[in-house]
């Protein structure tokens, strides 16, 4: 098999709690290939938001290798760009200075990467908030200037921990196609898009966004299930009504739990 | 206009309760017979102020110095102490029990010993105040260092940021809401300081004062030395408040 840009191999994380120690992770072994967008679907405490720790290089697995672009990953890796279920912007600063923070962290002069971050603002529907502070914006604009902040850089590889968990619905699904947009579903070719690793709750939204879903059980975290998605792309509103959808949903929940769903008549 | 039709709008209840007891306390004292020099009216308050005998600047100048001086000294020790606790762990297991044992003793009992170590003078009055009110600085300065979101380090660590570069650009001023709210209680606390440390040892200042009226039973200087303590206290107080609206817009509200 080809190497994905992402290679996971037998990771497992364990970890020592009060009452002794607890496996989050188990044999999890995975490929990810650049420009795929994968989401990780599983149940509360079935480790994904540290999977995605991990491959970021914030924490270490316990056991397996993790090899992102050709390098193990042993400490935290550049290059990633990374979204948090909070949009965590600085309080005291401007939009357009949070969407430059990242240049200031890793030593870049923020005055060069000025033009590009009102590009992103302006794409993510911000045109015209770069001198606001965080707290005169909406939650749902509040994450776009934090995707825009992770874009900043350019990086290859995206990370997004449950990004939109914290959305009403309505938002959630706006955001959802905004997403797909801003990743370049129409207009960048397939193997120049950004790969993304997105962590989700939501069965619909990891269906609707992902190339590809990896389905994972609890206690510890392995995978269940990976199945391709074969919707057409773009993405449209109306995909989520059609048959096809319905039984993608089906099948990740019916991973999810272990069992068929008694009394689905599909 | 309507920005002063609003004040107006905010604060009368206030005024009119000021004016309310003030006219209340007048009338208690003109007509209840009560003796001055048990309570003075207020206007015998006014006349202490502005015609008494009392030579009021080198007092309130010599007091206000050291309100000022004990308040630096609590801010710079206390932030400097905060600092170090957040940014060592080893400095924090040092510091932390030893400054809450501090902070545990009552201060004011140690100002005679000022007295003894210091003699006379501005300065141990100045110390007594950073003395009482350094603590709440340290504290709020550490917790305000500290309390910044784990995924926010995350990213300073994703794009390998030096340590000094996030105290600078991230915990610091993350802290500042948290240091000036602290400062506000240091204010109170470092006029509080200075007159305790007047009463116990001084020949000059608005403790002072009111400490020679005990002997001369000349009760409506006292009070007027209490109006001039409290004009300073609200003055450094507004100050801080002033402060905190220029530095930390953001945090407005909080508390």
């Known amino acids: ?266 | 206009m309507t920005k002063l039709g609003a004040m107006a709008n905010r604060y009368w209840p206030t005024f009119a309760l000021f004016a309310f007891l003030l006219a209340s306390w007048q009338a208690a004292v003109t007509f209840g017979n009560i003796r001055e020099y048990l309570l003075p009216a207020p206007l015998s308050v006014w006349n202490a102020l502005w015609h008494g005998d009392t030579a009021w600047w080198p007092h309130l100048w010599t007091t206000t110095f050291e309100i000022i001086g004990a308040f630096l000294m609590a801010a710079v020790v206390g932030v400097a102490l905060g600092v170090a606790i957040a940014w060592s762990p080893i400095l924090a297991n040092a510091l932390v029990p030893f400054l809450v044992f501090v902070n545990t003793l009552p201060k004011v009992a140690i100002a005679p010993l000022f007295l003894i170590w210091m003699g006379y003078g501005i300065f141990p009055n100045m110390l007594m105040g950073a003395l009482i009110g350094f603590f709440p600085v340290v504290i709020n300065t550490a917790v305000g260092l500290s309390q910044v979101e784990p995924d926010m380090l995350d990213l300073g660590r994703v794009f390998n940021a030096p340590k000094w570069k996030i105290f600078v650009k991230i915990r610091i001023p993350n802290a500042l809401p948290y240091i000036l709210s602290a400062l506000k209680i240091t204010a109170t606390a470092a006029v509080v300081g200075a007159i305790v440390g007047e009463f116990v040892a001084s020949q000059r200042g608005l403790g002072y004062v009111i400490v020679t009226t005990q002997s001369s039973m000349n009760t409506s200087v006292a009070f007027a030395a209490l109006v001039w303590i409290s004009v300073v206290g609200l003055l450094l107080y507004g100050a801080v408040v002033l402060l905190a609206h220029l530095w930390a817009p953001w945090a407005e509200g909080v508390d």
């Open chain 1, 1 to 266: 098999m080809a190497k994905g840009l992402i290679d996971l191999e037998q990771v497992g994380m364990t970890y020592q709690a009060a009452s002794g120690p607890v496996e989050a992770l188990a044999g999890i072994s995975a490929s990810i290939g650049a420009g795929e967008f994968v989401s990780l679907v599983g149940p509360s405490g079935c480790g994904k938001s540290t999977l995605l720790r991990i491959v970021a290089g914030l924490r270490p697995a316990t056991s397996g290798t993790i090899t992102v672009a050709g390098r193990a990953v042993t400490q935290p890796i550049p290059d990633i760009g990374m979204v948090f279920q909070a949009p965590i912007l600085l309080k005291w600063r401007s939009i357009l200075e949070n969407v430059l923070l990242p240049a200031e962290l890793a030593g870049k002069d923020p005055r060069s990467l000025r033009s590009r971050a009102e590009q992103l603002l302006e794409m993510a529907g911000l045109g015209g908030f770069g001198a606001k502070l965080p707290r005169e914006l909406s939650g749902g604009m509040q994450q776009r200037a934090a995707l825009c902040r992770a874009l900043l850089l350019d990086p290859p590889l995206l990370l997004m921990d449950e990004p939109f968990g914290a959305l009403d619905a309505m938002t959630r699904d706006d955001m959802a196609l905004e997403l797909l947009r801003i990743w370049g579903e129409k207009d960048v070719a397939r193997d120049a898009r950004k790969t993304v690793l997105f962590v989700t709750h939501s069965i619909p939204e990891a269906v609707f966004l992902s190339d590809r879903v990896i389905v994972m059980s609890a206690r510890p975290g392995r995978i269940a299930a990976d199945l391709r998605i074969d919707l057409p792309r773009p993405r449209t509103v109306e995909l989520r009504a059609t048959e096809a959808f319905g039984k993608l949903n089906l099948e990740i929940f019916r991973a999810l739990t272990g069992k068929t769903v008694v009394g689905t008549a599909l």
